[in-house]
Nanobody
Framework: VQLQASGGGLVQAGDSLRLSCVASGRTDSGYTSAWFRQVPGREREFVAGVFRNEGRTYYADSVKGRFTISRSRDKKTVDLHMNSLKPEDTAIYYC???????????????????WGQGTLVTVSS
């Protein structure tokens, strides 16, 4: 599976932004999609995900109520709608996918085999 992320940019605090990730290749019924982010010098951290075919969504506490993840029915496109952006949301955002991640590992980077190239989001104060 290859992932292509897009939609990053420079915005002001309080603004909204939508990231999109398109997958090519096989996405099984057990395919889980997620977004992570990383600031240089820090570990990659989980942001939001959609679990397997059941479509359960889950979020990091830091983005709950502000970010929404959505996915197309064929699991090929996953979007991250980001509202009320804060300067601390500034990071490189990566989409990720896995045909086999289990629920307990859904928020860990090691659980995902497929990664997009990253898209930079910069939020100015």
């Amino acid at each position: 599976v290859q992932l292509q992320a897009s939609g990053g940019g420079l915005v002001q605090a309080g603004d909204s932004l939508r990231l999109s990730c398109v997958a090519s290749g096989r996405t099984d019924s057990g395919y889980t999609s997620a977004w992570f982010r990383q600031v240089p010098g820090r570990e990659r951290e989980f942001v939001a995900g959609v679990f397997r075919n059941e479509g359960r969504t889950y979020y990091a506490d830091s983005v709950k109520g502000r970010f929404t993840i959505s996915r197309s029915r064929d699991k090929k496109t996953v979007d991250l709608h980001m509202n009320s952006l804060k300067p601390e949301d500034t990071a490189i955002y990566y989409c990720a996918g896995s045909n086999s991640v289990i629920w307990s590992a859904r928020a860990t980077a090691n659980g995902y085999a497929y990664w997009g190239q990253g898209t930079l989001v910069t939020v100015s104060s």
